[in-house]
């Protein structure tokens, strides 16, 4: 009944408020009103008014006010020309003045124009009459409206009244008036009714007009008067309109100050009147409820929370304070079905009071139960299990528990109003830890717990271990609880189940289950840091017979030596773990090379080939095989790894054992496809199934044959011919390119003799030598037995080698090249611009000729830097005493710019494809006028 007290306060307050209507309130309410209007005002139709403003422009160009009435009958005529259903004049005529003769003339051939009246005071101040038109513009006159307007207590214009006038409500507001003339079906003029108490000489009101908030959408159009009179096709846009004529110059129009004008200029007067016309047209003017019924709203709108209010709890009771916005859903509702404006400012400022005193007395209840729950909760303290410290918000210790105080061996007076970090620090390495969690908890991080059972240690030196939970007291600021839960028991039990989980039970190395997990943690970091991983499967060779022979016993004592000694074989951050039965899988961490996997596999393999002694002196050898897969190389997948690394290992059986295998493709083992095209190329080498083609090399200067580039071809049965950049690059993975460049050094040179055997003149032959074929002198020994073979000159031969080659080892290509160019034949640097090539070690080989990669030549004819490469090559060539081939020529421009900067000799399509031997012979035969297309 105390807490319903409040709420019944506050609904007398505001019942009383309701009916009074205090100022403040008022103003309130208004507020409220301009923002629930736009929101409950249902859509209408566009505004049918507009305005003829008598403006700036206007009094400049017809003179100052007042206007002759001639002015005004010339605007009237031209508004009844153009069409316009009705014509408000929100100007006052009480007098008579020039020209009313014609203003009433225009007002009779317009039949639809209505004058305003306003309130006037009679002489010496003793009352108001009305400031009606004189007679014989009024007998003119379609209709004659008042153009009163209220302000409300905020001072601001929202309503006017459908009838005024002096004594007794007599005229219709001019925007009905006008509504009436424009729409004669429309809402017509309502009747006068006497008022409550007539007085001859006061003002009277009836029928309140109140307004929608004045926004930009609602707003007529406006027109000035001068624009209006100089331009027809202006006036012809206001047929069918109602339109409103009056003034807005400044000085003329001190303005009406609306809620809309609170951070602009103020309203016309005669804006105000084309408004109330749209409103009354589109339904959407309201009116207020009278202060009983507002007071009644008041009051039913806090019934509920007087009801229910005091039945919730805090939170109900702190959710529940959403009701503060009913009255104004309930008034906007009403609002948009009635069109009667309740106010419900009363109401929400009562249920806010409410809820305040409501509050304060739940506080004044909640005081006297804290006070009772904390010592309460003091007593619990004292007899729970756990060790609890209490500190204040600075985090200095206020209480301790008895089981705290012998868990520290000291008393809580000794150690009241230290800092909690200090004192745990002299028994725990995680204070600062906790510290930090504390001083989290204190800014209402809410409970918290330290992630790891921390290490106490006792008075007697025995350690323990505790689980540390933080809760703070309140929001923080009034301190926290931190409590100490005794898991030494329970740790101990984890550890020694999670060992179990992970680790073999008979060598004590990681399960498989450990090791998967420590691989994929291991092909995550090799990833990020770009390093290796290697996985080696290790499986003994003959630990069956040692089981079946020597029985089990014996056979866990061999797994357990042969942990131990892969133990001692890798480095300390390496594991070894047993996989299942006789097999293991050693885990290399961090690995930068192959060649060091390859160091270890070959230590473990020689270390379990050791023997092992048994107790009747019989020794004991348990060779292992191992498979070897690189991670992520061979894959970032753990189970995959293993699954390659298992398959590496038993290849290696197959292959006798006692060895390790590695799963790279590249190294012990080769993909289907690739022993696939090794076969097939070791086949075309047997069974001739490679053919030499020819390019010619044409002298520049000379328009003359001066050499021929050898190209090799692959005419695969079933295939047809096979280019050399399908089968070029597996040939140097395999090796066979060694064989196939013999070949080719050979038939090259067969080839020279068999033109000079029919009376040809042969011209320099290059052969193109693979990189495989530079790692050693075979190559020399190759072209000396090509030359003894094929009995040519020496010089009609050439290598070829690419840039990238000869700087591979440049001391050892250096005397190789040396040897070669000792035997007479010539060396060429091809594809030259396309590597990394030094001057310096240029000038150290003996290269006769430089030729231009045809990817620099393609775009020469264009200027840019492909020009500029290849002219600074051709100079740097010159310099060197090295003749100049420029490949991939095409066309005549690109011809003519290796001709204009002295390049000495070109080779490419523009001259002739690559053609066979037979094609070759007319061009050994040729005139030199027929070696250029279309020469």
Sequence with gaps: MAQRGGWLAAATLAAVAALTQPAPLQRLDLVIYDALEPLARPGGPEPRSAIVAIDEASLAAFGRWPWHRGLHAAVLDRLTDAGAAAVGMAVLFPESADGDAALAAAM????????????????????????????????????????????DADSLARRTFERAGTGIPAWPALSLAVLHRAEPDGR????????????????????????PFPGRSLRPPTYSALALLRDAQLAASLRGKAVFVGTTAAGLEAGLATPGSRNASPMPAVEFHARAFDAARSGHVYRSAAPATAAVFTLLMLALPLAVHPLLGLRGAIAGSAFALAPLVASGVILYSTRVWVPPAAATASFVLGHLLWFALYLKQTRGSLLRARLGAEATLRSIADAVITVDGAGRIVLMNEVAEKLAGIGLDRVQGQAAAGFLAGFCSAATEIDRLLADCLRGHGTLRLSEPLEWRRPDGAPCSLRVTLTPIGDGGAGAVLAFNDVTETVAFTARLLYEATHDPLTGLPNRTLLLDRLRQALTQAKRKDSLVALLFVDLDRFKRINDSLGHNWGDHVLKVVAQRLEASVRAGDTVSRWGGDEFIVLLDNVTERNAVA?????????????????????????????????????????????????????????????????????????????????????????????????????????????????????????????????IPAAEECGVIRSIGEWALHEAAEQVARWSAEGLQPVPLAVNVSARQCSDMGVVEAIRSALACSR??????????????????????????????????????????????????????????LKIDKSFVGEIATGGDDAAIVRGTIALAHGLEMTVVAEGVETAAQLEFLAGHHCDVAQGYFFAEPMPASEVRRWLLAPPSQLARGG
């Design 108 to 151: 009779q051939r317009a039949g639809n124009v209505v004058l305003a009246t306003a309130p006037g005071t009679l002489p010496g101040g003793r009352g108001v009459r009305d400031l009606l038109p004189t007679g014989t513009l009024a007998e003119k006159a379609a209709g004659i409206g008042h153009v009163d307007v209220e302000l």
């Design 599 to 727: 160091s270890i596999a070959g230590k473990i393999v020689e270390v379990l080939d050791r023997e092992i002694e048994t107790d009747d002196g019989t020794s004991l050898v348990a060779s292992c095989s191992i498979g070897v897969g690189l991670g992520p190389q061979d894959s970032d997948d753990a189970e995959t790894l293993l699954s390659m690394a298992d398959k590496a290992m038993y290849r290696g059986k197959m292959e006798g054992g006692g060895n390790f295998t590695f799963y790279a493709a590249d190294m012990n083992t080769w993909s289907r496809d690739r022993l696939k095209m090794e076969g097939a190329l070791r086949h075309a080498l047997a069974n001739r199934e490679f053919e030499l083609f020819f390019q010619p090399q044409v002298d520049i200067h000379g328009n003359r044959l001066v050499g021929l580039e050898s190209l090799i071809r692959w005419r695969k049965p079933g295939a047809g011919l096979v280019t050399p950049a399908t089968f």
């Design 188 to 211: 017509p003029p309502a009747e006068a009714a006497a008022p409550a108490a007539a007085n001859a000489a006061s003002w009277v009101r009836a029928g309140e007009m109140l307004l």
């Design 792 to 849: 040519i000159d020496p010089g009609l031969l050439k290598i070829e080698l690419t840039e990238s080659t000869t700087m591979h080892n440049v001391d050892f290509v250096a005397t190789l090249l040396d040897s070669v160019n000792r035997i007479g034949v010539g060396v060429a640097v091809d594809d030259f611009g396309t590597g990394y090539s030094s001057l310096s070690y240029l000038k150290r080989f003996p290269i006769t000729e």
